[in-house]
């Protein structure tokens, strides 16, 4: 029965870290740092710059490699995989980047039927009608023949965001989504992602500083300290617990937001 | 006291500065058989190809023009009273057409590619590292190395000799009209002088060489591109580097091409 309810409990765990290590050099980032995410969960990771979240991210989809743990997606050790087989694992998943890093030298429309094109075997005419369907979804249907150097922060992020779905991923990992955008626009994309979670019914990692996008978005949240996992909980938990560390950690975060909130 | 201080730092400068030469040649070394290892291997990405060999053709063509025509111009006037003063006033165009063919055509057209295309392609490069549009690749399951790299050294490795044919013939354009300066010559003539001069031994070495010179600029290129770090000052560092080491290069491999191209075709 134990081992039913581990397996049951293992098939809905889209992805399963376990005792993850990375460090450079002599820093050493992330500790046997453990997490589970389960379908349709939108997970938030917390922490103070420089305590390893984007580090986290990037070895989930291994660009970069821990130097010791597992790491399972659907099930899968990604860890173990050749080229060939991870790439599997990465087409259906998707990654927003903190820049949204857009290709400079391609239109909008070309950044998003880049992946269409490389792996799917859609014609001219469907193609179209997922780019548009993207856009539509982030509201920015005049950006479509726009170069990205003509676009704002923001419509960046959305079109990366676009770009990203476009492919409509199981699991999506967001680094800092927000960061570098205003109050209305940072509200806006917090609940775009939300609204997209819900209608594609995907599993989301989102790395963020935001306390604000968190409250839109998380199920559930982790804060990473010194290489571990310090604390995890629901927002609520997390922001009205006495422990000295995140009564300091989120103090911060709750003044930015209320002024946030007092501009919006 | 002051002066060993001042000792110790320079040689801490030159050791730093020696390590990291070394280092640079090792992970271009490395580069390059990643560069064998997937060449071979599809997607092929044939369309890639062909953009990036129209995209470099044409913004190298004004400046390779003009550098062409110079050259041309330039050498035959610098020759014609040499020759007046050995009586071996004749020679001219061929002594003019086995330079151009020979040296000045591939050396030149090279390096000025490399200046344009060397520091083009680190910047670009560069730029898609610090800003993650290469790890964006990667995640989209896409081989950013066959994408970014391999199809640029092809067309740096095979529009280089195109170029270099087209500036050979620029080049004669140049000559002639500083002939034409100097002394009255029928077109026809001194083409048929060219002709007569310059063999099979001295034109195919000289543009058989400049595949390998375009194969330097691209690989160099994208390996400082692609291996940049630290934000904006990593991308201008790998653009003007990549054109410092392509040029230095250039010219060592052709020292070394000169004795290969002169023992496989013997020019007396």
Redesign the interface.
Known sequence: MAVANSIILLMNNVVEINKVSKAFGSHVVLDNVSLNVEEGENMIVFGQSGTGKSVLL?CI?R?LEPDKGDIFIEGTNVLTLR?KEL??I??N?G?L???A?????MSVRENLE??LI??FTFTDAEREEKIKSVLEKVSLEEAIDKMPSELSGGMKKRIGLARSIITEPKLMLYDEPTTGLDPITSKEISSLILELQKSLKMTSIVVTHDLLCAEIIADRAIVLNEGIVQHEGTITELTTSRDPFLRNFFSHEIVEEQNRRNNV | MKNSKTKVIKRNSIENRLTEFFIMIAGLWQFQLQFLKQVFVPPYEIDQIRKHMDELGIKTLPIVSVTGFIIGLVITMQMHPVMVRFGAEAFLPGAVGISIVRELAPVITALIFAGRVSSGIGA?LG??RV???I?????????PFKYLVITRVFATTFILPILTVYVIFIAFVGSFIAVLLVQNMSYAYFIDKVVSSVEFGDAIPGVLKTFVFGFIVGIVGTYKGYTATNGTEGVGKAATTAVVVSSLMILIFDMVLVKVTLWLWPTV
Do not use: C, W
């Open positions: 990037k989809v660009l080229i790439n599997d990465r087409k998943l990654f980047f903190q820049g890093a857009l290709y400079d030298s880049f992946p490389r792996h | 670009e730029s898609m800003t993650e549009q790890d964006a690749m990667e995640v989209s399951a896409v081989n």
